[in-house]
């Protein structure tokens, strides 16, 4: 059973502050990883997907991934209310470019509350 | 009409109706999913069309069936469903390309009483 733990939270920080999302994943051949935003009643909306060990910044986020550790975090700096949303980390375990499709396994997600 | 749009976006149904859910997506892409989202379950992968050849079926029960009649669309038929099985029924499509990126459609909320 391929599974992504995260912490289903919430989890508070005050508006500026960094927030730090975690996930853990069970297979090792695992290759690509995402982050998706969903706020209450929307559909997921990808913001950050990563590939290699290390990290990587798109504006005010940062995923970083170490496979070793089977280990993928999201950062959120200078947290705004509008970040308030469910974060889901999800790990596809078909190889890179291996054709056509993808197959992912989605955590439960973290509700992120960002208090103004 | 742009991205990936689906209909209805609320459905109530009966346990002995017949009914059908409709994606469509306006990018091109030629991978198309159909997830389930219960309320404090992760995100299950029902069905995958690549090239419209169904690829993927995560043991889902025949009450669904999904139908992929060309690359922009996609359905999942429903017929004598239980209440459990109540729930956001969401569509993504993906590229062959090595973005890897998945696009969501807005979701169908189904209710079976």
């Known amino acids: 059973q391929k599974e992504v733990e995260q912490n289903s939270g919430p989890l508070s920080v005050p508006e500026g502050a960094i927030a730090s999302l975690n996930c853990t994943y069970s297979d090792r051949v695992s290759q690509s990883f995402f982050w998706y935003r969903q706020y209450s009643g929307k559909s997921p909306e990808l913001i950050m997907s990563?590939?290699?060990?290390g990290d990587k910044e798109d504006g005010r986020f940062t995923a970083q991934l170490n496979k070793a550790s089977q280990y993928v975090s999201l950062l959120i700096r200078d947290s705004q209310p509008s970040d308030s949303a469910t974060y889901l980390c999800a790990v596809n375990h078909r190889p890179m470019n291996s054709g056509g499709y993808q197959k992912v396994t989605f955590g439960t997600g973290t509700k992120l509350q960002v208090i103004p | 009409e742009t991205g990936v749009t689906q209909t209805p976006r609320h459905l109530v149904m009966g346990m002995t109706n017949k009914k059908s859910l409709k994606c469509e997506q306006h990018l091109g892409h030629n991978a198309m999913y159909w997830y389930k989202q219960s309320a404090k379950k992760p995100l299950e992968l029902m069905f995958v069309y690549s090239l419209e050849e169904r690829v993927e079926n995560n043991s889902v029960p025949s009450r669904f069936s999904p139908e992929c009649p060309n690359s922009s669309h996609l359905f999942l038929h429903l017929h004598t469903l239980q209440p459990e099985d109540s729930a956001l029924y969401l569509c993504?499509?993906?590229?062959?390309?090595?973005?890897?990126?998945?696009?969501f459609g807005p979701g169908t909320r189904l209710t079976v009483l």
């Open positions: 990563i590939y290699s060990n």
């Open positions: 993504a499509s993906s590229d062959r390309g090595s973005t890897d990126t998945q696009y």
